[in-house]
Structure formats: structure tokens, C-alpha cells
């Protein structure tokens, strides 16, 4: 975080999960935390960009951004305003976000507004309870080995994008081409 403390969200998270739903049930680890971080970081953001720039598809990329917009905003920057406390993400939020909304706006003049809420509430809370609350909760029930929550939250922050790309285009998008 930005006082150099490594891992200092999963205690700040856990300490929040822990009383908002008076259980320990929930609960990140740094093992956890790298096998969420890994996938998105090194390959659901490079896997979609790529596929934005090989066929124009941007939808994927949108769901992404979704994900670490709502974080962003949702997990950070809000709570941290409503509480009046630093939060570890806090600060790279407040550069992360103002991007995402940026995107979110290219996205808008691409497809459409309808697009641009479906990302965000599949990034949001779908890709939130999903890809990342329901894998923490089975891995801690001993459901999930560490390779089949990796494998659930790549198969979440990669897969959902991928599959219904084809499905927004036909029924939703209004794909306009941006002037460069």
C-alpha cells in the first residue's frame, strides 16, 4: 500500500468482511489474493485487450474495466470518503478510475450506454461475487483446491467476457466506429 506495507488490504478487507457479515466464513490470504491477482493482472486484461486489437472487439476489455472500475470506486475511494480513512488501493483508485470512466466514455460513443451498464454490472457485482466472493468462500470450505480457484476466477474474469461478446453484439450493441 502507499505506506509500503505489503498485503495490508486482506487485513484491512478481512476486518470489514468479518463485521459487515459478522462471520469469518470470508476471508483473503495472500495466497488468495495471488491467485485472483495473476490471472487478472497477467492474463484476463491481456487476453481481451489482445482480442480488441485483433478483431475491433472491445466488449471483453469493457468487462475488465468494469471490474477494476467498480473496485476502484466501490471498495476504495467510497468507502474511504464515507469513513474519512486512508484504505490500502485508495491512492492508485484515484488514478485508476478517472481512466476507467475515460474508456467507459469511448465505450459509450462505440456501443452504446446499454453496453457500457451491462460491463459495469458485470464487472461490478457479478464479476465481484462471482469471479472472486464465491471462489474465496468455497476455497475456505475446502471445496476448491488452489487450482480450482485459480481456474474459477480465470474461467469468471475471462470466460464470461469471451462467451457473451458474441451475444452483446447481436442483441444489444449499436457498434459505431470511433474517428481516430
Known sequence: DWHGRRYHFITYFNAKIEKMLDSDQIQLTPRLVTNINVPYTYFAINICAAKAEMDGDYFPSAVQWGLATANGLGAHIIIGIKENLYNP????????????LYFF??????????????????GGPVGHVLGIVVPIYLRMQGTL????????????????????SPLVHKYLATPKKLKD
Do not use: E, H
Not at 485508495?90 to 481512466?99: G, H, K, R, T
Not at 483446491?145 to 457473451?164: C, E, H, K, Q
Open 89 to 100: 488501493g485508495a491512492i492508485q483508485s484515484c488514478f485508476m478510475v478517472p481512466v476507467g
Open 145 to 164: 483446491n488452489d487450482f480450482g480457484f485459480a481456474a474459477w476466477v480465470s474461467g469468471t474474469i475471462i470466460g464470461l467476457p469471451l462467451l457473451l
Open 105 to 122: 466514455n469511448q465505450i459509450r460513443k462505440m456501443y452504446g450506454i446499454k453496453v457500457v451498464i451491462l460491463c459495469l454490472i458485470l
